[in-house]
């Protein structure tokens, strides 16, 4: 099955610093802030610290898109976390999520601010307060919430198991590729199936297709992992319809933007503070 030797686990496991991988540089075994850093704040009324990888993009798409709609309560403050030097072990992104994990955000809108973290709970929050892309009717907005909520249980198998053993192990282990992309062409084939029979996920466009496009859309798009022939996305045919749709939002097109430190300059606007810096500080303009 594989040329690696065979590994037995010792009584009590101990963390071996620097073995390997993509982000072994980052990964460690505890919680809490390494460093002093306060976090910037801006002029508006929603701080988002983030980065623009899928679960980044949930939120800045859904952003952009309440701006769109006319929400102009939901403007906002994006600033960069580069995860890859750290910036999420700070004592300020600590303070807003414990977890040290992206995106992070303060409502500064009311007497106190208010903290959130985790995508799908800021997701939300936000369509909540704004009355927006969540269904009123209860019944597609209980569908709403479950197409939601599997998309965080499901992505992980997605991005911490496929992405990881595929793209940013240091070694290509066949068990691990083959179990973690055998669960993905599954979830793949979940959503193939339900977009067979409807247009979104839950009766309209809501976070939840926007929560979904973020990792799943992606990945079909060929985005993700460069992986697209390996898992035969093409043979997805009604994901790959759905993914096509949302991508040509564009207010979708502008949250992939927002915080994107890496890919072409002309798509990385490492922080938005207005919606002219789409047209005047995305990273080709300001190298040349």
Not at 6 to 24: C, I, L, M, R, S
Not at 26 to 35: C, F, L, S, T
Not at 115 to 132: D, V, W
Not at 234 to 247: P, Q, T
Request: charged share 25%.
């Amino acid at each position: 099955m594989t040329d690696l030797p065979e590994y037995t686990p010792p009584a009590v496991w101990e963390w071996e610093q620097g073995n390997g991988g993509k982000f072994a540089n980052i990964n460690r075994p505890v919680a809490g802030a390494i460093e002093e850093k306060e976090l910037p704040v801006g002029k508006h009324p929603y701080q988002l610290y983030s980065l623009a990888t899928p679960n980044g993009v949930k939120v800045t798409v859904l952003l952009e898109e309440l701006l769109a709609a006319g929400h102009n309560g939901a403007e906002y403050d994006a600033w960069l976390i580069n995860i890859g030097e750290g910036d999420q072990f700070g004592s300020g992104f600590v303070d807003i999520n414990p977890n040290s994990k992206i995106p992070a955000m303060t409502d500064n809108s009311g007497k106190t601010p208010q903290r959130m973290f985790e995508s799908g709970a800021i997701m939300l929050n936000l369509a909540e307060k704004f009355g927006a892309f969540i269904p009123n009717d209860p019944s597609q907005r209980t569908e709403c919430l479950s197409w939601l909520f599997w998309q965080m249980g499901s992505a992980p198998y997605l991005g911490g198991g496929f992405g990881h053993f595929y793209a940013y192990a240091p070694v290509k282990i066949k068990y691990c590729i083959d179990r973690f992309a055998m669960e993905t062409k599954r979830q793949l084939d979940v959503l193939d199936r339900h977009l067979s029979d409807n247009e979104y996920m839950a009766g309209e466009y809501s976070i939840a297709d926007m929560a979904i496009w973020a990792w799943y859309g992606q990945l079909v798009l060929g985005r993700l992992y460069d992986a697209a022939e390996f898992l035969d996305v093409k043979s997805y045919e009604n994901v790959m319809k759905w993914a096509k749709m949302i991508d040509a939002r564009p207010a979708v097109a502008r949250g992939r933007m927002v915080n994107r430190a890496f890919g072409e300059p002309a798509l990385q606007l490492h922080e938005r503070h207005d919606a002219s810096d789409f047209e005047t500080k995305t990273q080709d303009k300001l190298e040349s």
